[in-house]
């Protein structure tokens, strides 16, 4: 078996501890995190992973210079190419990879009742959600009427996504 990478992790809302739930649920070393969620903030600490408020903190660095990955589910910051570097490798679940970069793609998926709905990983680069995708799980979600109605439907896949993308780098 295979060592696996340690990882800085930054994340918000419930995907965000989806994500984080998954990676140590699946035994991979979480070195620091950033926390965009005080729920996911509190979560973390149970579990002893040091836990900070923006990945501009001195000692997020780092950690992040330590580390082999980055993730990011729902991150709230551009990782610029400074800290991509650091970290070796990141990646970014992101929902309507296809179609909707940057903010609120579900948001604008509903308004344009686009309900082929996907859960996508990608490497990250510089250019916010350009990067190679790495696996994308697509769901349909007819019948939803909200944000929050499709953020439903999606959840287990963030679980799905990020398990088989890691698996694959």
């Given at each position: ?17 989806i994500?984080?739930?998954?990676l ?58 400074e ?42 680069t510089e ?25 439903e ?9 990020l ?6 780098i």
């Amino acid at each position: 078996m295979t060592k696996k990478k340690k990882i800085v992790f930054m994340g918000g809302n419930q995907v965000g501890i989806i994500g984080f739930l998954s990676l140590m649920a699946k035994g991979y070393d979480i070195a620091a995190m950033v926390a965009y969620s005080q729920d996911l903030a509190k979560i973390a600490r149970t579990f002893s992973v040091p836990c900070y408020e923006t990945i501009k903190d001195e000692n997020f660095k780092k950690a992040a210079k330590n580390a082999g990955l980055l993730v990011s589910v729902h991150g709230r910051e551009i990782v610029n190419a400074e800290m991509l570097a650091m970290c070796g490798r990141a990646i970014n679940v992101h929902p309507y990879l296809y179609k909707y970069k940057g903010a609120n793609p579900v948001g604008r998926a509903l308004a344009e009742r686009n309900f082929n709905a996907s859960v996508g990983v990608h490497n990250m680069t510089e250019y916010l959600d350009e990067g190679e995708v790495i696996v994308e799980e697509f769901v349909d979600v007819s019948g939803a009427s909200t944000v929050n109605e499709i953020y439903e439907k999606l959840y287990s896949y963030y679980c799905v996504a990020l398990l088989k993308a890691l698996k694959n780098i």
